[in-house]
Nanobody, 120 residues
Framework: QVQLVESGGGLVQPGGSLRLSCAASGSIISINFMAWYRQAPGKERELVARLTSGGGTNYVDSVLGRFTISRDSAENTVVLQMNNLKPEDTAVYYC??????????????WGQGTQVTVSS
C-alpha cells in the first residue's frame, strides 16, 4: 500500500515563508510525477506545482517566482518551498502522485491535506 504523508503547513504572516514536504512510502516501483494541489474555501481544487520524473516543472501563474517544487534529499520526498506568501495562498494543500506499484501500471494517490493560512 502506498501512502503520502504531508508536513509543514501552518499559520504565517504575509510575506513569510513555509516549506511543505510530502513523503511517499510503500511498495513503489517508480514515481511518474509528484505534485501539490490546493483548495480554498468555496473554490475548486487547483494544481499549484508539478514535478515530473524527468525533472520538468509546471506552476500555476499566480505562484511563479514565489514557489519552487523540488525533490528533497530524502528518498521519495518532494518539497514545495513557498516564499512571499499572500493571503490569497490560504488553502488546504494536498500532495498528489502518480506511482507505479506491483500489479498495476500506475495509480494516483492523494495525501490528507495540510492547512496553510496566511494572515496578519
Amino acid at each position: 500500500q502506498v501512502q503520502l504523508v504531508e508536513s509543514g503547513g501552518g499559520l504565517v504572516q504575509p510575506g513569510g515563508s513555509l516549506r511543505l514536504s510530502c513523503a511517499a512510502s510503500g511498495s513503489i516501483i517508480s514515481i511518474n510525477f509528484m505534485a501539490w494541489y490546493r483548495q480554498a474555501p468555496g473554490k475548486e481544487r487547483e494544481l499549484v506545482a508539478r514535478l515530473t520524473s524527468g525533472g520538468g516543472t509546471n506552476y500555476v501563474d499566480s505562484v511563479l517566482g514565489r514557489f519552487t517544487i523540488s525533490r528533497d534529499s530524502a528518498e521519495n520526498t518532494v518539497v514545495l518551498q513557498m516564499n512571499n506568501l499572500k493571503p490569497e495562498d490560504t488553502a488546504v494543500y494536498y500532495c498528489n502522485a502518480q506511482i507505479t506499484t506491483n500489479g498495476v501500471r500506475w495509480s494516483v494517490y492523494w495525501g490528507q491535506g495540510t492547512q496553510v493560512t496566511v494572515s496578519s
